[in-house]
């Protein structure tokens, strides 16, 4: 399979055009130029490619480091500048020590490893495998910007996008990787399966070290790498700060009580500095500053998808967050079991078969991934007013490995 790479401008869809069935190659197209689409691609030896997101920090499992070690073994670790996560502080919110989580346990188990990485640093390097004709051994994507889809046409033997500006492209398969707000499942199963408004939000901004030397103590008065939390605050439930991009910068997110009408402001907006700021009004000093150098803080709504009938209409297919929500890690846990169904010689009459068993496969799996996050949180309450996340280390998710899971159901 080859794949030709349309991308949105604003990232909101790609179509991935592949190459001539007539030389007996698979027609897909990859809608969505987020990372899971672009995983999707490269795992299933197709170059695809995308403009660099505006994204922060990313936190990658063992399960989806398993997935990019095994299936994208070409990807360069020194390039993404990924930090290891092998502890977390906590702290209350007046300095004092609370507890510090040690994941060696974690790393020996688990040795393909936790890492904290820029989003943009990932991508960067996945469109190196996409462009660089040396890369993994396959012609360099095409890149062409200005193509968001309007519609999707489910016919059962020829899928077809219609974009913006009315042109209709067919396909052997359709993907859809588009994200929480995706196209592709509203055309799929309605509106009425949109991700609803939690009324958790997260102030979200980035520190540069190098320009902020004094605040350096977050990234190295510790034994090992990994996140700082601080919990116990009035406004904000925990704020929670990584480091990203060797250690460069740190990711910070806070999480809080949404007030505002989640329907009628953005996803991800800007916040006045004000506000912000006072949101962390309770904090030590030392916290503190850490606010007060954040340029341009976002609040970000955490959303939640509704458990949907199906992931599949015709030889279209739903994939990460446009089919669960559930983040980057489980995202590539569908994009390898999408790579092991449909390797290259898959003919079209197989997509029908071959997708059934990816939606009895990844749904359930999902779901229940769903479910645990759910379990897991706890909302603040009068003896816990911060509220409170179980663990780190929980072997259900983080020992998953869809190849293998893949190859025991089917027939390869």
């Given at each position: 399979?080859?794949?030709?790479?349309?991308?949105?401008?604003d990232?909101?869809?790609?179509?991935?055009?592949?190459?001539?069935?007539?030389?007996?190659?698979?027609?897909?197209?990859?809608?969505?130029?987020?990372?899971?689409?672009?995983?999707?691609?490269?795992?299933?030896?197709?170059?695809?490619?995308?403009h660099?997101?505006?994204?922060?920090?990313?936190?990658?499992?063992?399960?989806?480091?398993?997935?990019?070690?095994?299936?994208?073994?070409?990807?360069?670790?020194?390039?993404?500048?990924?930090?290891?996560?092998?502890?977390?502080?906590?702290?209350?919110?007046?300095?004092?020590?609370?507890?510090t989580?040690?994941?060696?346990?974690?790393?020996?188990?688990?040795?393909?490893?936790?890492?904290?990485?820029?989003?943009?640093?990932?991508?960067?390097?996945?469109?190196?495998?996409?462009?660089?004709?040396?890369?993994?051994?396959?012609?360099?994507?095409?890149?062409?910007?200005?193509?968001?889809?309007r519609?999707?046409?489910?016919?059962?033997?020829r899928?077809?996008?219609?974009?913006?500006?009315?042109?209709?492209?067919?396909?052997?398969?359709?993907?859809?990787?588009?994200?929480?707000?995706?196209?592709?499942?509203?055309?799929?199963?309605?509106?009425?399966?949109?991700?609803?408004?939690?009324?958790?939000?997260?102030?979200?901004?980035?520190?540069?070290?190098?320009?902020?030397?004094?605040?350096?103590?977050?990234?190295?008065?510790?034994?090992?790498?990994?996140?700082?939390?601080?919990?116990?605050?009035?406004?904000?439930?925990?704020?929670?700060?990584?480091?990203?991009r060797?250690?460069?910068?740190?990711?910070?997110?806070a999480?809080?009580?949404?007030?505002?009408?989640?329907?009628?402001?953005?996803?991800?907006?800007?916040?006045?500095?004000?506000?912000?700021?006072?949101?962390?009004?309770?904090?030590?000093?030392?916290?503190?500053?850490?606010v007060?150098?954040?340029?341009?803080?976002?609040?970000?709504?955490?959303?939640?998808?509704?458990?949907?009938?199906?992931?599949?209409?015709?030889?279209?297919?739903?994939?990460?967050?446009?089919?669960?929500?559930?983040?980057?890690?489980?995202?590539?846990?569908?994009?390898?079991?999408?790579?092991?169904?449909?390797?290259?010689?898959?003919?079209?009459?197989?997509?029908?078969?071959?997708?059934?068993?990816?939606?009895?496969?990844?749904?359930?799996?999902?779901?229940?991934?769903?479910?645990?996050?759910?379990?897991?949180?706890?909302?603040?309450?009068?003896?816990?007013?911060?509220?409170?996340?179980?663990?780190?280390?929980?072997?259900?998710?983080?020992?998953?490995?869809?190849?293998?899971?893949?190859?025991?159901?089917?027939?390869?």
């Amino acid at each position: 399979m080859s794949i030709e790479g349309v991308v949105a401008k604003d990232l909101s869809q790609t179509i991935n055009v592949a190459g001539d069935a007539a030389l007996g190659q698979l027609n897909i197209a990859i809608i969505g130029a987020g990372l899971v689409g672009l995983a999707t691609a490269a795992m299933s030896s197709s170059p695809s490619s995308f403009h660099a997101e505006i994204g922060a920090g990313i936190v990658v499992p063992p399960n989806g480091a398993g997935v990019l070690k095994q299936k994208l073994p070409e990807l360069n670790w020194e390039n993404m500048q990924a930090v290891e996560f092998r502890s977390m502080e906590m702290f209350n919110v007046d300095g004092s020590h609370m507890d510090t989580d040690d994941l060696s346990e974690g790393w020996s188990k688990y040795p393909q490893g936790y890492f904290m990485i820029h989003r943009v640093d990932l991508h960067k390097e996945m469109m190196r495998l996409a462009l660089d004709p040396d890369a993994i051994g396959l012609p360099p994507a095409t890149i062409r910007l200005g193509a968001p889809i309007r519609a999707v046409n489910f016919d059962s033997e020829r899928p077809s996008v219609i974009t913006s500006s009315g042109e209709e492209f067919k396909f052997d398969l359709i993907l859809g990787t588009d994200g929480i707000k995706s196209t592709v499942r509203k055309c799929m199963v309605g509106a009425e399966y949109d991700a609803p408004a939690t009324q958790l939000g997260f102030y979200r901004w980035m520190i540069d070290l190098k320009k902020n030397p004094g605040l350096s103590w977050i990234r190295d008065n510790r034994k090992a790498s990994g996140p700082t939390m601080m919990v116990g605050g009035d406004k904000i439930m925990g704020l929670i700060g990584y480091p990203i991009r060797g250690g460069a910068l740190i990711n910070f997110s806070a999480a809080h009580l949404d007030t505002r009408d989640q329907d009628t402001v953005d996803w991800n907006a800007e916040t006045p500095k004000d506000t912000f700021l006072d949101a962390f009004e309770d904090f030590a000093d030392k916290y503190k500053a850490l606010v007060r150098v954040a340029e341009k803080p976002r609040t970000w709504q955490l959303r939640k998808l509704p458990i949907l009938p199906t992931w599949i209409k015709g030889n279209v297919a739903l994939l990460g967050d446009a089919a669960h929500a559930m983040g980057f890690a489980v995202g590539l846990e569908d994009a390898a079991t999408i790579a092991t169904l449909f390797p290259n010689g898959t003919k079209a009459s197989e997509l029908p078969s071959r997708l059934k068993v990816f939606e009895e496969i990844r749904k359930p799996r999902a779901e229940r991934i769903s479910q645990m996050s759910t379990d897991a949180y706890k909302p603040p309450d009068e003896e816990n007013p911060s509220g409170s996340f179980a663990g780190w280390l929980v072997p259900e998710l983080l020992e998953y490995d869809p190849v293998s899971v893949t190859k025991a159901t089917i027939w390869i």
